[in-house]
């Protein structure tokens, strides 16, 4: 596991600072007040490590001096005073390295610092709203939810899902399989061949350095579904894990940047934290998919890259005619890894409001720090760390939910949007 997770000399030298961040997300502070205490441990270790060494390096050469004089007896005392100091010294290197894993973890435990135009509140109830498109359309009678739809239609199976795997898990069948499949065809095909981003198809099992490079690990074990043997493998909890990996640990060179990707992926989350909520239907699945955007760039392109990724992913609910709202994330609702996050939220008509169907973050240099994922710019120099982004292009099921219900007709039946009915094969009805 590489890397500090937040800049070591910030957190030492502005300590009040990181104080101040962490109470903005609500978050707790108490492991900053033994941070110093080992900081200043540590400090003093070292200092006295490099006092022996020095003494070690002069009695190196009085012992030379020693035996050239032929003080055979005097040499051989002073190498038993020294073979004193380097034990002394492997010691203070031990309480040295001991306060590094200690210091270590407590940084690997402290979330990122959100970025200074982030609204500040402990929960969702002081994100704020920066855009609307669409309008939310009219129905001349009483809309239904995508499972009254979708059983109706027979394209979605949930009671035998149960029996295969248990709650919420779901099966589609036919056209409804169908419409999964041209979601994620046609949102690969707009990210791929018009937004610049390269795809990718990357492993669904990862290890736990990757899960800690994107901050997974360790604060999120519970939520991951893991492989029991000792090769500690976990199922993706989304591609951002895998695909944001990619580079870590390398040097990449500044004219790359930025690096754009697209994955699909199934993604496998055990949903520890959410008992009761959403245990209708497809919002909160243990296994769903997605079309994932992941963006490496420079640090001083992250916040317009962080624009244009957004921007990418509320393209597609346009094309398909999906109303949503942009909202930025409080410092309070935000993820852990992330510095600043719009989430875009698509209308539901059963429910008559928004939902979350995508979480576009800038995350800064706290993953890259902690893979070790760096560039070097023209005229070599010293490597920096790179700035990392991701957002979902879409959360597919979610997208297949907004589709049934906002094109749901008063027979039951549901219209395919115009740009999706290529992908279904010419298919303009699921009747």
Known sequence: ????????????????????ALAKRSFPADGLDRFAELDTERRRVIGEADRI????????????????????????????????????????????DAADAEMRELLSGLPNIPAPDV??????????????????????????????????????????????????????NGAGA?????????????????????????????????????????????????IKDERGF??????????????????????ELPKNYTAYTPCFRSEAGSYGRDTRGLIRQHQFEKVELVKVCLPEESEAEHEKLTAHAEGILQRLGLPYRTVVLSTGDMGFGARKTYDIEVWLPSQQTYREISSCSNCGDFQARRMNL??????????????????SGLAVGRTWIAILENYQ??????LIPEVLSPFMGGLERIG
């Open 234 to 255: 976990a199922l993706i909890p989304t591609a951002e894990v895998p695909v944001t990996n990619y580079h870590a640990g390398e040097i990449l060179d500044a004219t």
């Open 119 to 172: 609204p500040v509140g402990k929960d969702e109830s002081a994100n704020k709203e920066i855009r609307k498109w669409g309008e939310p359309r009219p129905f001349g009678f009483d809309p239904k939810d995508h499972v009254d739809l979708g059983e109706a239609l027979g394209i979605l199976d949930l009671e035998r899902a149960t029996k295969i795997a248990g709650s919420r898990f779901a099966i589609l």
């Open 53 to 96: 060494n020095q003494l070690r390096n002069a009695a190196s050469k009085e012992i030379g001096a020693l035996i050239q004089a032929g003080r055979k007896d005097e040499a051989d005392a002073k190498k038993a005073e020294v073979a004193g100091l380097k034990e002394t010294q492997a010691e203070l290197e031990k309480e040295r």
């Open 409 to 414: 007709q008063e027979d039951g039946s549901v």
């Open 1 to 20: 596991m590489s890397g500090w997770m937040l800049d070591l000399n910030f957190v030492r030298d502005d300590l009040e600072a990181v104080r101040e």
């Open 374 to 391: 760096r560039f070097r710019r023209a005229g070599g120099g010293k490597p920096e760390f790179a700035h990392t982004l991701n957002g």
């Open 178 to 226: 169908r419409l999964e499949r041209a979601l994620i065809n046609f949102m690969l095909e707009v990210h791929t061949t018009e937004n610049g981003y390269t795809e990718t198809l990357p492993p669904f099992l990862v290890n736990r350095d990757a899960l800690f490079g994107t901050n997974q690990l360790p604060k999120f074990e519970d939520d991951l579904f893991h």
